[in-house]
Structures are given as C-alpha cells and as structure tokens.
C-alpha cells in the first residue's frame, strides 16, 4: 500500500521519518484516498496543475496503488482543459513524456497569431520544437474539434496541412524532443 524505494534512500527502518518538501496541499491529496471509504476529492480544494503532477509523481516515489489511477486522470482531465497551459509547466519543469501528453490534447485555431498567443508561456526551446513539427508547409488547416463525438476521436484528430497531408497529434506527440 505504502512503502519506500529500498535503493538510495536514508530510511533503514519502517519507523524512522519520512522527509518530503512537498506542500501540505499535495500530502493532503495524496493521502486522501488511503481511506477509500471515505474518498472523495471534490471536498478538497481546486488543486493547481503543479500540485496534480506532484501527486502522481508522489504516488510513484512512495509506490502508493491506491488511487494512483485517480490522480492520473485528474492530471489528464487538467491537461485536456487547457493542453497549451500544460505544455507550458512541462517545459518548465522539463518533463518531455507530460509535453507529449499535452500535445495530443491540443486544438488548434485558424490563425498563427492566436497559436503564438497560446505558445506565449512555453519555454522557447519547447515552442521551435513543436513549431517545427507543426509548420513543415507553413500553414494550418482549421479543424473543427466539435465533430469529434469521442475520446477515441479526440485521440486520434488530425492536423491537415494545405498540402492535403495529414499527421496525428500522436505521430506530432512522439516526434516532439526539444533540445
């Protein structure tokens, strides 16, 4: 249910201290699900992007099962209601595999101008990168992400380039390597 990595760590004993700089909002919801009887995150504050991220991370640090799925999802729901938003904290805290997740959520406009405008946060190394994948011939065609009736099309929309040749968001996602 709960344990500590055996390798690396300062801990000899199940009893000795665990130290963690995390902030209290993060604890709280990390441990707020060790009494699935009890589990309901909506009573819990609004948490920040960083704050979902550092949950899932904290899940993984301590190897916590119970409801690692939860916090995921509630990562995944954060980055698909503003996916630009959520490639701009992963460059900053330079996790590529988060970027990746965001760019596969992206909805893109019919201008570049308003694209710039929502690239404004992300780190410039991280906006060349993506740009590159996206502007091979330079120009976007609109996609109206309102025909998508599903996740599974969510998941597999398509950028269409004036040139008629198509790329996934998931092709885009896993080419994207910012240096």
């Known amino acids: 249910m709960f344990s500590l990595p055996t390798t690396g760590t300062a801990v000899t004993t199940s009893s000795d201290p665990i130290t963690t700089h995390q902030p209290a909002a993060v604890l709280e ?3 707020h699900g060790f009494y699935s009887s009890e589990y309901n995150p909506d009573i819990l504050p609004k948490p920040t992007l960083d704050q979902l991220y550092t949950t899932v991370k904290m899940h993984d640090m301590f190897d916590i099962d119970i409801n690692r799925v939860e916090a995921d999802k509630a990562l ?3 980055l698909k209601q503003d996916p630009f938003r959520g490639l701009a904290y992963a460059s900053h805290i330079n996790d590529i595999e988060l970027g990746r997740s ?3 959520l ?3 406009s019919t ?3 308003s694209l710039w405008k929502k690239m404004s946060d992300i780190k410039p190394a991280w906006q060349l990168a993506l740009i590159k994948l ?3 011939l330079h120009s976007i065609v609109y996609v109206d992400p309102s025909t998508y009736t599903s996740d599974e099309d969510e998941a597999s929309r398509e950028i269409i380039w004036r040139s008629k040749s198509k790329a996934t968001l998931k092709d885009i996602a896993a ?3 910012p240096k």
């Open 29 to 31: 919801r990390m441990l």
């Open 102 to 104: 965001a760019i596969q």
């Open 175 to 177: 080419k994207f390597d």
């Open 134 to 136: 996206l502007s091979p």
């Open 106 to 108: 992206m909805r893109f």
């Open 111 to 113: 201008t570049w101008f």
């Open 76 to 78: 995944h729901l954060a």
